[in-house]
T-cell receptor
Framework: AQTVTQSQPEMSVQEAETVTLSCTYDTSESNYYLFWYKQPPSRQMILVIRQEAYKQQNATENRFSVNFQKAAKSFSLKISDSQLGDTAMYFCAFINFGNEKLTFGTGTRLTIIP | DGGITQSPKYLFRKEGQNVTLSCEQNLNHDAMYWYRQDPGQGLRLIYYSQIVNDFQKGDIAEGYSVSREKKESFPLTVTSAQKNPTAFYLC?????????????FGPGTRLTVL
C-alpha cells in the first residue's frame, strides 16, 4: 500500500524567510505523480505544485519549489520569501500513473509570523 | 466559470437521520471523488466514480452511499449507519486520464451531528 508521511505537524517562520516542508512516501511503482496542496483557513484545497516522477528536474512555481529525491522517496516543498497569505495547512499527496486514488499525508500547519 | 460546487456549506443532522451532500462540477471531468477530513488527519477517500453509473468504495465507505446518474453530479448520502459522521467533507474531480492526475476540489461541507 502507498503511504505518505509528513513528519512536521506544525511550523512557523517569520515573514520573508524561507521554509521547507518535508514529505516522504512509499511505493513500489516507478511512474507516479506527487503534489503539494494548500488548505488556507477557508478550507478550500488549492494545488500548489506538481511533480511527475519521470522528470528529473524539480518543479518550480514562482516562490514555490520542490526537492524531489526519487531514490530516497522524498518530496519536500520550499517556500521562498514567505508571505502572510502562505499561512495554511499543507498536504503532500501521491498518485500512481493511471490511478485515480490520491493518497494524502496528515498535513503540516504552517504559520507565517508578521 | 468552470468549477466544483458543494452545498450546503454547513449541515446539521440529528442522530438517526440520513443526509445528502451535493456535489456538482462543470469541468467536464469524468472522475469524481468524496473525501472526509478530520482534525489531525489527512483526507481519506470515501467513494470515487470514474464514469457515469459506476462507482467504487474508497478506504472508509462504511455508512456512506453515492450515486452517479449524471456526469456533472456525485451526491453523497451519510446514513444513520455512520457512527461518527461529524466531519468536513470535500468533493473533487479530475480528467479520467493517467497523465493529468490533478484533482480539483470543491469548497467543502461541514457536517455536524447534534
Amino acid at each position: 500500500a502507498q503511504t505518505v508521511t509528513q513528519s512536521q505537524p506544525e511550523m512557523s517562520v517569520q515573514e520573508a524567510e524561507t521554509v521547507t516542508l518535508s514529505c516522504t512516501y512509499d511505493t513500489s511503482e516507478s511512474n507516479y505523480y506527487l503534489f503539494w496542496y494548500k488548505q488556507p483557513p477557508s478550507r478550500q484545497m488549492i494545488l500548489v505544485i506538481r511533480q511527475e516522477a519521470y522528470k528529473q528536474q524539480n518543479a518550480t512555481e514562482n516562490r514555490f519549489s520542490v526537492n524531489f529525491q526519487k531514490a530516497a522517496k522524498s518530496f519536500s516543498l520550499k517556500i521562498s520569501d514567505s508571505q502572510l497569505g502562505d499561512t495554511a495547512m499543507y498536504f503532500c499527496a501521491f498518485i500512481n500513473f493511471g490511478n485515480e486514488k490520491l493518497t494524502f499525508g496528515t498535513g503540516t500547519r504552517l504559520t507565517i509570523i508578521p | 466559470d468552470g468549477g466544483i460546487t458543494q452545498s450546503p456549506k454547513y449541515l446539521f443532522r440529528k442522530e438517526g437521520q440520513n443526509v445528502t451532500l451535493s456535489c456538482e462540477q462543470n469541468l467536464n471531468h469524468d472522475a469524481m471523488y468524496w473525501y472526509r477530513q478530520d482534525p489531525g488527519q489527512g483526507l481519506r477517500l470515501i467513494y470515487y466514480s470514474q464514469i457515469v453509473n459506476d462507482f467504487q468504495k474508497g478506504d472508509i465507505a462504511e455508512g456512506y452511499s453515492v450515486s452517479r446518474e449524471k456526469k456533472e453530479s456525485f451526491p453523497l448520502t451519510v446514513t444513520s449507519a455512520q457512527k461518527n459522521p461529524t466531519a468536513f467533507y470535500l468533493c473533487a474531480s479530475s480528467i479520467r486520464s493517467g497523465r493529468w492526475a490533478e484533482q480539483f476540489f470543491g469548497p467543502g461541507t461541514r457536517l455536524t451531528v447534534l
